[in-house]
């Protein structure tokens, strides 16, 4: 109960009304192109010919210019920045596998912007001063790491920074240390768990009551998966470098009803990716995101290129409204013979089924003009007869997905585990195989 008190402690940006964060947004966009305008030599040439004032309704925001990753990544390193290099306190930076690095910077403002974000995370996780938050998320570049730890300092909770690595370690840590909390992607969570069963340490021998997972998209049953390995409720944290790491939604403790936004914070919106228009609610779309309030590397309608849509209604706790959980990337849905699907939605049914283990890559190829969707699966143990698996999962992706799959079983621990986000799907299509 002390849990869900915590969680029920809401801060009055939370409960703000629609016409209050509709007239505050307008008012934002309007001093956010004012400042760029001057500061940021990208947003100077993209904004040039706007005038602040004409942004009188939501309607003229949705008319605004997008920013595309491609920009940032043009803009490597710092066309982006809108103070002097003075005033920076930290610079993080995404792994530029694809291309330039895409860079993002804080001042003192933003740090305590993002503290503030993540505070929120924490609170409406139930977390507090009586908490050990194990934070087995990478430190360094990457965002996660370092949000987690700020979460924690805002609520005044103890941190463990143990960042990703030594899984086993990462176990006999949650174990003697007391952890109430612990942070991770799910899939190095699973990992985690993998380990301790391993090592002969069980639910029963930790003092975790939740966690809070992000950076990659799950499905609910890896979500349930999860709490029962742990012991724990699991609770979805989203966010991106690109606006300011993660805070910027996650759900609540009172149950898997959406992400709440710190929308006084960032400004959102759910387009159609193919018009770039708005989206009724409840209707899915690429979620655009806005950080106004950013002073180092302040960034307008970013097309994030993540599926979400915006659910109708208020959550049970109370909190403003909330969007749904990331269903997968733009990039990420692939068709098979005429049929959209995302990996989530084949990890969703794979969990599904008792006898597999609580991991899979999905690999496509092409066999002359016919794309063929091979499954790698794992048995939970070596008694289960492959050929009984091969066949319970092509029948249950068929009647539940409507697809043909070829199956793979793989030897137990095979399948890669990763302590950062997890590759799902390889596409082997465009490799001149």
């Not at 904004?47 to 920009?71: C, Y």
């Not at 609910?220 to 742990?230: A, F, I, N, V, Y």
Request: aromatic share 6%.
């Amino acid at each position: 109960m002390e849990g869900i008190k915590l969680a029920m402690t809401q801060t009055k940006e939370e409960h703000f009304s629609r016409d209050f964060l509709a007239s505050k947004a307008i008012e934002d966009f309007q001093a956010f192109i004012g400042r760029v305008k001057k500061s940021v030599p990208f947003y100077q040439a993209k904004l040039s010919e706007i005038d602040p004032e004409s942004i009188r309704t939501l309607d003229d925001i949705s008319r605004l210019p997008f920013t595309h990753k491609a920009d940032l990544r043009e803009a490597y390193p710092f066309q982006m920045l809108g103070v002097d290099m003075s005033r920076v306190q930290e610079i993080h930076a995404t792994s530029g596998t694809s291309g330039s690095a895409v860079v993002t910077a804080y001042t003192a403002h933003d740090l305590k912007l993002w503290g503030e974000a993540m505070g929120r995370v924490f609170r409406r996780a139930g977390v507090g001063p009586d908490d050990v938050v194990h934070n087995a998320y990478g430190y360094g570049l990457f965002t996660g790491g370092l949000g987690m730890h700020y979460a924690a300092l805002e609520v005044g909770a103890a941190v463990v920074p143990m960042s990703g690595g030594y899984t086993q370690r990462q176990g006999k840590m949650l174990k003697d240390l007391g952890a109430t909390v612990i942070c991770s992607t799910p899939s190095y969570a699973q990992h985690i768990a993998e380990a301790m069963g391993e090592m002969g340490i069980s639910r029963d021998d930790l003092h975790l009551k939740v966690g809070i997972f992000g950076a990659e998209s799950w499905s609910l049953e890896m979500c349930r998966e999860l709490e029962t390995q742990l012991g724990i409720t699991a609770l979805d944290v989203y966010g991106l470098a690109e606006i300011i790491g993660p805070g910027v939604a996650s759900e609540c403790l009172i149950g898997h009803e959406g992400l709440h936004v710190a929308e006084d914070l960032f400004y959102f919106e759910v387009i159609d990716p193919d018009t770039g228009r708005p989206v009724p609610d409840g209707e899915s779309g690429e979620l655009v995101l806005s950080s106004l309030k950013r002073e180092a590397t302040p960034i307008m309608r970013y097309r994030t290129g993540d599926i979400t849509r915006i659910l109708p209604g208020p959550c049970s706790c109370g909190r403003t409204r909330r969007i749904d959980h990331i269903k997968g990337r733009v990039d990420d849905m692939f068709t098979l013979r005429g049929i959209n699907l995302f990996p989530r939605e084949i990890e969703s049914e794979l969990l599904r089924i008792e006898e597999l283990a609580p991991v899979f890559q999905l690999v496509l190829d092409r066999n002359s003009a016919l794309d063929i969707l091979e499954v790698h699966i794992e048995p939970k143990d070596h008694d289960i007869v492959h050929e009984h698996l091969i066949h319970k999962v092509k029948t249950h992706l068929n009647r539940t997905l409507g697809i043909n799959v070829a199956v793979s079983v793989q030897e137990p621990h095979s399948i890669p585990r990763s302590e950062g986000k997890a590759v799902r799907l390889v596409d082997r299509r465009n490799l001149g195989r």
